[in-house]
């Protein structure tokens, strides 16, 4: 396990901690402020949360935990990576673009959605496949 991001770990977690103690009713050790007395819970969430993070994130370099490579992906993980990429796309355009597009024909509204969304998906679907080739040795030329 990489030492050094573990340490990095570190720092959050002593701070966060202080402020645990100080809300546990221990001595003031950091500076007062009247937003952690006013409402705990997000103060406790903000900070356990960054450390269970943050060392999971650190353990994702260990050799001995990460799982050996596979293969290229199926069909169907295929399709779920296409559909974990198109539906978020085109949910934030309607609800950025509602408004504008809601006069519009539907055929028309199909077509600049697609227009819009269509790069967007593909320049991420193309980074996956970039990530994919290295990671599992799937070549470049193999797909068309």
């Keep these: 396990m990489p030492v050094a991001l573990v340490a990095l770990v570190l720092i959050p977690a002593i701070a966060g901690s ?3 103690v100080e809300l546990a009713g221990g001595p003031l ?3 007062a402020n009247p937003r952690i007395t006013a409402s705990s ?3 406790v969430v903000h900070s356990t949360s960054p450390v269970a993070y943050e060392t999971l994130g650190a353990c994702q ?3 001995s935990i990460r799982p ?4 290229p992906p199926t069909k169907h993980q295929l399709a779920l990576m296409i559909w974990l990429a198109v539906f978020p796309t085109l949910t934030v355009l309607n609800l950025a673009l509602g408004r504008w597009l809601r006069p519009l024909t539907p055929v028309v509204r199909t077509f600049v959605l ?5 790069p967007i998906v ?4 193309r980074a996956r496949e970039e990530i994919m080739s290295s990671r599992y040795g799937v ?4 797909r068309v």
């Design 139 to 142: 070549s470049r030329g193999s």
């Design 114 to 118: 697609a227009t819009i969304a269509v």
């Design 61 to 63: 370099f260990s050799t």
């Design 29 to 31: 050790l950091l500076p």
């Design 41 to 43: 819970a997000p103060v």
């Design 68 to 71: 050996a490579a596979a293969g």
């Design 18 to 20: 202080l402020r645990l």
């Design 122 to 125: 593909i320049y991420a679907l």
